[in-house]
């Protein structure tokens, strides 16, 4: 069974429709992670200063700003007036730009990547429901992005094989059209860099998978030197761009090629908490359960995948040139994935948004597969063979997205926070949320917005306060108590657990002391006014 083009397109829109549900709703009912409120304050400055200098030893790449600034300035004037929309919007929006560039990449009978209408319908839908995308589509930091990115290479990469293998030569169209997608291909490069350093591990991974699939000797033929040139001239001039803060920085660059890679190579060695066994990613994404928590899982995404990465690896004599094609690409996935998969799991740092890159991939493959198993079902003989398979595939392909679908909303909806969700990493738990409407409550009873505060806690565990004090225009951040200056009087203090007695011997007259749970293992200690009697 095909999927007819008006089927296929109705499906697909039902699809992007589907994943907006899942993507839209609630933004603002997760507490920001610490890491998503040091990247909103970072797009803060760069929304009221208009300044943006890139940090080669922290905050990644300067994509994710730039494309904030845009949803920040169409709702906002100050960082205090942004919300969790106004950033979580740009995560969201990316997720849907990947499903059209999947849906532009094609089917083999047009040049495309997918063997079939089915393969690219059902790598949608896998991309549309999967848990983990789900979840971090919400999350505003470069995954999403990044991935949005490597999807536009591939496309492109795709285009460019395609108009190669149809070139008539002296034809100019057909060159003009060449050059374009050698651009667009430089220019998603340059942005995947600008995006996020681990963009190298793909870039190293796609390299091993084209001589893998093509060879030395056909990649020289299909990929021409002034194509190769004007992509690479692109991706740097692009990446450039970016890191020199549209060339009011040229330091960018310059820390971009220098000072990068020592600090990220440090990091992945050197930072004993994000230390994990290589199998963590593996646990996350397919078989994860914390306690007597629900069961997470998206291995069934790897029967389909592995029906591709087997069927790619087989020689078929009889087969024709447009199969051969799709077989070198799906070859090209497979050994993509694999790369990709074994350089992540080698890296001891590891955090579990890092696993989307190469989840992509699977997810392809899975869509490969089902549309193998589909394009075999086709040409058998017996029409009640062919029926009865075609049904049998298409509800276990229902199912699964139900369940992945299911399981999403529950990543999102119903347990956001909670350490019995897998995607949940070092997150701000939601008695933080009580912290925040304490010092409200206290504030609104003192100066208002300007409230004097004091926060006496050490860095890492400071995030997200300054997200959550962002309007108030008289908050002091220090990491001990100590370091606050006698001409500083604060109505409300907020010190880490351990400094809480000297806070208290300072500051703890006429104010009451409350411990909240910033997130798993840290305490803070929050002195306010003791309310006066009626």
Same mark, same amino acid.
């Given at each position: 069974?095909?999927?007819?083009?008006?089927?296929?397109?109705?499906?697909?829109?039902?699809?992007l429709?589907?994943a907006?549900?899942?993507?839209?709703p609630?933004?603002?009912?997760?507490?920001?992670?610490?890491d998503?409120?040091?990247q909103?304050?970072?797009?803060?400055?760069?929304?009221?200063?208009?300044?943006?200098?890139?940090?080669?030893?922290?905050?990644?790449g300067?994509?994710?700003?730039?494309?904030?600034?845009?949803f920040?300035?169409a709702?906002?004037?100050? !960082?205090?007036?942004?919300?969790?929309?106004?950033?979580?919007?740009?995560?969201?929006?990316? +997720?849907?730009?990947?499903?059209?560039?999947?849906?532009?990449?094609?089917?083999?009978?047009?040049?495309?990547?997918?063997?079939?209408?089915?393969?690219?319908?059902?790598?949608?839908l896998?991309?549309?429901?999967?848990?983990?995308?789900?979840?971090?589509?919400?999350?505003?930091?470069?995954?999403?992005?990044?991935?949005?990115?490597?999807?536009?290479?591939?496309?492109?990469?795709?285009?460019?094989?395609?108009?190669?293998?149809?070139e008539?030569?002296?034809?100019?169209?057909?060159?003009?059209?060449?050059?374009?997608?050698?651009?667009g !291909?430089?220019?998603?490069?340059?942005?995947?860099?600008?995006?996020?350093?681990t963009?190298?591990?793909?870039?190293?991974?796609?390299?091993?998978?084209?001589?893998?699939?093509?060879?030395?000797?056909?990649?020289?033929?299909?990929w021409?030197?002034?194509?190769?040139v004007l992509?690479?001239?692109?991706?740097?001039?692009?990446?450039?761009?970016?890191?020199?803060?549209f060339?009011?920085?040229?330091r960018?660059?310059v820390?971009?090629? !220098?000072?990068?890679?020592?600090? /990220?190579?440090?990091?992945?060695t050197?930072?004993?908490?994000?230390?994990?066994?290589?199998n963590?990613?593996?646990?996350?994404?397919?078989?994860?359960?914390y306690?007597?928590?629900?069961?997470?899982?998206?291995?069934?995404?790897?029967?389909?995948?592995?029906?591709a990465?087997?069927?790619?690896?087989?020689?078929?004599?009889?087969?024709?040139?447009?199969?051969?094609?799709?077989?070198?690409?799906?070859r090209?996935?497979?050994?993509y994935?694999?790369?990709?998969?074994a350089?992540?799991?080698?890296?001891?740092?590891?955090?579990?948004?890092?696993?989307?890159?190469?989840?992509?991939?699977?997810?392809?493959?899975?869509?490969?597969?089902?549309?193998?198993?589909?394009?075999?079902?086709?040409?058998?003989?017996?029409?009640?063979?062919?029926?009865?398979?075609?049904v049998?595939?298409?509800?276990?392909?229902?199912?699964?997205?139900?369940?992945?679908?299911a399981?999403?909303?529950?990543?999102?909806?119903?347990?956001?926070?909670?350490?019995?969700?897998?995607?949940?990493?070092?997150?701000?738990?939601?008695?933080?949320?009580?912290?925040?409407?304490?010092i409200?409550?206290?504030?609104?009873?003192a100066?208002?917005?300007?409230?004097?505060?004091?926060?006496?806690?050490?860095?890492?565990?400071?995030?997200?306060?300054?997200?959550?004090?962002?309007?108030?225009?008289?908050?002091g /951040?220090?990491?001990?108590?100590?370091?606050?200056?006698?001409?500083?009087?604060?109505?409300?203090?907020?010190?880490?657990?351990?400094?809480?007695?000297?806070?208290?011997?300072?500051?703890?007259?006429?104010?009451?002391? +409350?411990?909240?749970?910033?997130?798993?293992?840290?305490?803070?200690?929050?002195?306010?006014?003791?309310?006066?009697?009626?």
């Open positions: 069974m095909r999927l007819g083009k008006a089927w296929e397109a109705l499906l697909c829109i039902g699809v429709a589907g907006l549900a899942l993507r839209l609630h933004l603002a009912q997760r507490p920001m992670h610490g998503e409120a040091n909103a304050v970072r797009t803060g400055q760069l929304l009221e200063e208009g300044v943006y200098h890139y940090d080669p030893t922290d905050h990644h300067p994509s994710l700003y730039f494309a904030a600034w845009f920040c300035r709702t906002a004037r100050t !960082f205090a007036d942004t919300t969790e929309w106004s950033y979580r919007l740009v995560p969201v929006t990316f +997720s849907l730009l990947t499903l059209l560039i999947m849906f532009a990449m094609g089917v083999s009978e047009r040049q495309g990547l997918f063997v079939n209408r089915s393969a690219r319908f059902t790598a949608l896998g991309m549309a429901v999967s848990p983990a995308m789900v979840y971090y589509s919400r999350f505003f930091i470069q995954e999403t992005m990044l991935v949005t990115f490597l999807a536009g290479m591939l496309l492109c990469a795709v285009r460019y094989a395609g108009l190669r293998a149809a008539v030569p002296g034809e100019r169209r057909s060159g003009r059209r060449t050059l374009w997608a050698a651009a !291909f430089g220019a998603f490069a340059g942005l995947a860099a600008a995006t996020k350093e963009a190298v591990l793909s870039f190293a991974a796609a390299a091993v998978a084209t001589v893998a699939a093509c060879g030395i000797g056909r990649l020289r033929r299909v021409r030197t002034r194509d190769a992509a690479a001239g692109v991706a740097i001039g692009v990446a450039a761009l970016l890191f020199s803060s060339f009011t920085y040229p960018g660059i820390d971009a090629l !220098f000072s990068t890679a020592q600090a /990220y190579l440090k990091r992945a050197a930072v004993p908490e994000h230390q994990h066994p290589w963590f990613y593996l646990k996350i994404l397919f078989w994860f359960r306690g007597r928590g629900p069961l997470w899982s998206e291995a069934a995404l790897l029967v389909p995948a592995l029906i990465t087997v069927t790619a690896f087989l020689r078929f004599p009889d087969a024709s040139e447009e199969e051969t094609r799709v077989l070198r690409w799906t090209f996935l497979a050994v994935t694999l790369v990709l998969t350089l992540y799991s080698a890296i001891p740092y590891k955090t579990p948004w890092c696993a989307l890159s190469f989840l992509h991939g699977v997810i392809l493959l899975a869509g490969m597969g089902v549309g193998q198993a589909v394009a075999w079902l086709a040409r058998q003989n017996i029409r009640g063979v062919r029926l009865a398979g075609t049998v595939v298409w509800a276990l392909v229902a199912f699964v997205a139900a369940r992945h679908a399981q999403a909303y529950r990543a999102c909806f119903r347990l956001p926070a909670d350490p019995r969700n897998p995607y949940v990493y070092a997150h701000t738990g939601t008695d933080a949320l009580n912290l925040v409407a304490a409200e409550e206290a504030a609104r009873a100066q208002g917005t300007d409230t004097p505060i004091a926060v006496a806690v050490p860095v890492p565990d400071t995030w997200p306060l300054p997200w959550y004090l962002r309007a108030y225009t008289r908050v /951040y220090w990491t001990r108590i100590e370091q606050i200056p006698e001409s500083f009087h604060p109505v409300v203090v907020i010190a880490a657990a351990d400094q809480g007695d000297v806070a208290d011997a300072r500051f703890g007259t006429g104010r009451r002391a +409350s411990f909240y749970g910033i997130r798993p293992g840290v305490l803070l200690n929050l002195f306010v006014p003791v309310p006066s009697a009626p």
